[in-house]
């Protein structure tokens, strides 16, 4: 079978995701893997032990990879339907038994550490002798040294997960989808903004039930609400009727956590079964195995972190809950506030201290203008140049654009696709940066990196056009952040490229240093243009919303907090073997970092896809810890001068020359020494989270 016969098996090129159907997963795995096992007999086998012996055979297999599977995974998230999972979870076992045999070749083993030990070892790049050095670590962390039942318990456990992790997501993708409120009564739609309103009355007209029925408007209904955040966040923000935010917030916190879609008795798999898999390789716990290869070390540095976080932000969280709570009482709220309240009057608060609304704001952040405002900035910072090449690559959905980006001498140095709305029927929540092509120098010359950017963005209507919340713009400026870092590269080796081999607790240092050019004046004004006027966004409105940046920054940094301590409580201290459930670590948490008693009901671990389902495990903390990082190294532009153009732009090179092209080739605290000149300022986190006076 040849790959006009099955896109799966093209070798080169862009995937060819407008062709990629279920039927053609199972043959194409079973080709792939294969030539797989023939690559990997041929190396075992090889009496040869160098570099170029061991690795080009490798590059070989990553390809097959790339774009013979890779695909599959993608499409589960971005176009979701019962016969691709069908297809994808009975390949899923033989790619996953491929993967261990390919991690616990004792032969490849043998060949990296001789590597290492030989003569030729000081003749290595920092990056080579990193790659062999982590593919060493990697093989004892998959079980290389068990042996007899210990492996086949092992590999049992990673199969098990593996199926869990996927069960996991689909379950919470059909609850989210399963729930929806038809509002019929105006009177229900009472403060609902605009955009609001032409989002769910769009998502009612949709509806294949409704589909033969007169369509919805923005102005008569009806609304249908839903469970996704462009809809959720703005309802619990704006709708007056406090019943009708009871309903949904319970909603929301309860989904997936019960009936046919019940990831509870999932959680409690996949906790034992890490816990197990740790203890086989001789850990006493889950967190300790995954912090061996992180850039915190151990528990205790980031228990540290968590208790310095805590103290700064606490008190000051409840102060500005006092606050919320005292304007709810003067507009005859009766009593403490409930979850459902607290966005509500945050957002009452918000208006009347800065005097102005997301509302307010989002016709100035149309989509479009906002791509060309993030793609002028990239021009600026980093000498590259972002083109619309719709049309070149296969995409699979219409929504989706491609685009090329260009160095300064006009030469192609990668491409990514875009995929930016909000499609709750058949695209997970949430937004995320995904590898599509990673960068290599092989014989037959360099490949281009081409990254996945995947947002959830308020779509366009018929007459609007995708319009964003300044969080929306901040999320894509987070996930093109992490792009950027992908697709910047300049190491010739995949596994240091880009993302990979990067510590996971330092990843999202370029991802959360791009989001503090939002509030860039000259960033933010040449992207703010109203989409019907044509007008700049007003001063008075920049100043505002300048102001309004550190507004609740006590309140979110203890819901980050709360994340990260559930997450390492469950995998550090807890016994998934013992009497507590869970959901009792998780309230035990919540005793400490929430300022309202738990919801009963709350089933939110069932819904943490970070955790149970998207490589976060023992590793939520990472977003604070590389935001001390982010923080830290935006500050390097401040204190050069944000208006001086000609230093940003030096400063901007000097990034991009070492936080984005070095990738995983050498340790990331050497890396932002050479950028920073100096280690991490713990505090500059704090500062910018304005808890720090200066």
Not at 406 to 418: K, N, P, T
Not at 435 to 460: K, M
Request: charged share 25%; with cysteine; proline share 5%.
């Amino acid at each position: 079978m040849n790959s006009d016969a099955n896109p799966l098996l093209i070798k080169d090129g862009l995937p060819a995701y407008d062709r990629i159907r279920p039927e053609h997963i199972e043959s194409a795995v079973d080709i792939l893997l294969a030539r797989c096992r023939e690559v990997l007999a041929q190396v075992e086998q090889s009496t040869e032990t160098s570099w170029s012996a061991l690795m080009d055979p490798m590059e070989e297999v990553d390809q097959l990879f790339e774009y013979g599977w890779s695909p599959v995974g993608h499409l589960l998230s971005v176009a979701n339907s019962d016969p691709l999972r069908e297809a994808h979870d009975a390949a899923m076992p033989k790619i996953v038994e491929f993967s261990l045999q390919l991690r616990q070749s004792e032969a490849i083993y043998r060949k990296l550490v001789a590597l290492r030990d030989s003569t030729q070892w000081s003749g290595f790049s920092g990056a080579q002798q990193r790659i062999i050095t982590r593919m060493i670590q990697n093989a004892e962390l998959s079980g290389i040294s068990l042996k007899g039942k210990d492996r086949e318990r092992f590999n049992a456990i990673e199969q098990e997960l593996t199926q869990l992790s996927t069960d996991y997501s689909n379950n919470l993708l059909d609850a989210t989808r399963a729930f929806h409120l038809d509002l019929t009564d105006a009177a229900d739609a009472e403060g609902l903004p605009a955009s609001l309103r032409r989002l769910t009355a769009a998502a009612w007209s949709r509806a294949d039930e409704n589909k033969d029925k007169p369509a919805a408007t923005a102005e008569a209904g009806p609304w249908r609400i839903t469970l996704d955040h462009p809809c959720f966040g703005p309802f619990m923000e704006h709708c007056r009727n406090r019943a009708l935010r009871e309903t949904v917030y319970r909603a929301y916190m309860t989904r997936a956590g019960s009936g046919a879609t019940d990831n509870t008795p999932l959680i409690s798999q996949i906790l034992k079964l890490k816990k197990e898999q740790a203890t086989l390789l001789g850990f006493e716990c889950y967190a300790d195995l995954s912090l061996s290869r992180k850039m915190a070390g151990d528990v205790s540095a980031v228990q540290q972190m968590f208790d310095r976080l805590l103290e700064a932000s606490h008190e000051v969280a409840r102060l500005e809950l006092e606050e919320i709570t005292e304007l709810a009482q003067q507009n005859d709220h009766v009593g403490p506030l409930s979850h459902w309240d607290v966005a509500f009057w945050a957002e009452r608060l918000r208006e009347q201290r800065f005097a102005f609304t997301d509302e307010q704001l989002r016709p100035y952040f149309s989509l479009d203008r906002v791509l060309n405002g993030l793609f002028e900035l990239c021009h600026r910072l980093f000498g590259i140049t972002i083109e619309s090449a719709d049309g070149k690559a296969p995409v699979w959905h219409p929504d989706v654009r491609y685009y090329e980006v260009f160095d300064e001498s006009q030469r192609q140095i990668a491409g990514f696709y875009l995929d930016p709305y909000s499609r709750p029927k058949d695209k997970r929540g949430g937004a995320w940066m995904a590898d599509c092509i990673a960068r290599s120098v092989t014989p037959q010359g360099t490949r281009l990196p081409v990254a996945h950017l995947v947002c959830n963005s308020t779509p366009p209507t018929d007459d609007v056009p995708s319009l964003m919340t300044f969080r929306e713009v901040e999320t894509l400026f987070h996930e093109f952040g992490h792009g950027l870092q992908h697709m910047l590269t300049t190491v010739e080796f995949r596994d240091a490229a880009g993302l990979s081999g990067v510590e996971w607790d330092a990843v999202e240092l370029p991802s959360q240093f791009m989001e503090n050019w939002c509030l860039h004046r000259p960033t933010l004004m040449k992207m703010a243009i109203h989409y019907e006027t044509g007008e700049p966004l007003p001063e008075d409105l920049f100043q505002k919303l300048r102001q309004s940046k550190t507004y609740r920054a006590a309140t979110i940094m203890l819901r980050q907090l709360q994340l990260g301590m559930t997450d390492m409580a469950l995998h550090y201290g807890y016994d998934p073997n013992g009497s507590e459930s869970p959901f009792d670590i998780e309230r035990r948490v919540l005793s400490i970092t929430s300022l309202l008693p738990p919801l009963p009901e709350s089933r939110f671990l069932c819904s943490f896809q970070h955790i149970f389902a998207g490589g976060y495990s023992a590793g939520y903390y990472s977003y604070k810890w590389a935001e001390v990082l982010s923080a830290d190294a935006f500050g390097a532009f401040e204190d050069a001068g944000l208006d001086a153009e000609a230093v940003v732009s030096t400063t901007g090179r000097r990034f991009r020359d070492t936080i984005l092209a070095q990738g995983g080739s050498r340790h990331p605290m050497d890396i932002f020494r050479d950028f920073r000149g100096r280690e991490p300022d713990p505090n500059a986190l704090l500062r910018h989270s304005g808890l720090k006076k200066e």
